[in-house]
């Protein structure tokens, strides 16, 4: 696992590709997992060579839940749920959802402006 601590902080790999609108996982080369955010090393198999990955940019809420705990740049409540896009799941914020939401949803992706928190979240398709 050498190589992985060699390679490029996990904060300072791209998690958006604003010009295709779209979330960047990466994609192992060894057995094809697929993992958001981007790793340095495949969790499935680990190998250390993964190539960026974009995702979907819809997907299906599974599950949601309502927080009232703030944290820096996000009041309370807010929403935050988990979404299916293809093979993976993403641990996200969640706008625009009714109180009487059910899951499965199908949701899609917006992304904020550049320098904003939440860099993005997921509202109703």
């Known amino acids: 696992m050498t190589a992985v601590h060699a390679d490029t902080p996990s904060t300072q790999r791209p998690r958006l590709d604003r010009e295709a ?4 996982g ?9 993992c958001w955010p981007p790793k340095a090393g495949c ?8 190539t960026p990955a974009a995702l979907p940019t819809t997907g299906t809420l599974v599950s949601w839940t309502r927080v009232w705990v703030p944290v ?6 807010y929403l935050l749920g988990m979404v299916e896009l293809g093979e993976i799941r993403v641990f996200a914020q969640l706008r625009d959802l009714g109180e009487d939401a059910t899951v499965p949803a199908p ?19």
């Open 43 to 50: 969790p499935r198999c680990y190998a250390t060579d993964l």
């Open 107 to 125: 949701v899609r992706l917006e992304l904020a402006e550049e320098e904003a928190t939440p860099q993005f979240w997921f509202v109703p398709a």
């Open 72 to 77: 820096e740049g996000i009041e309370p409540p």
């Open 21 to 24: 609108g779209a979330l960047v």
């Open 26 to 34: 990466s994609r192992c080369t060894a057995c094809g997992w697929v």
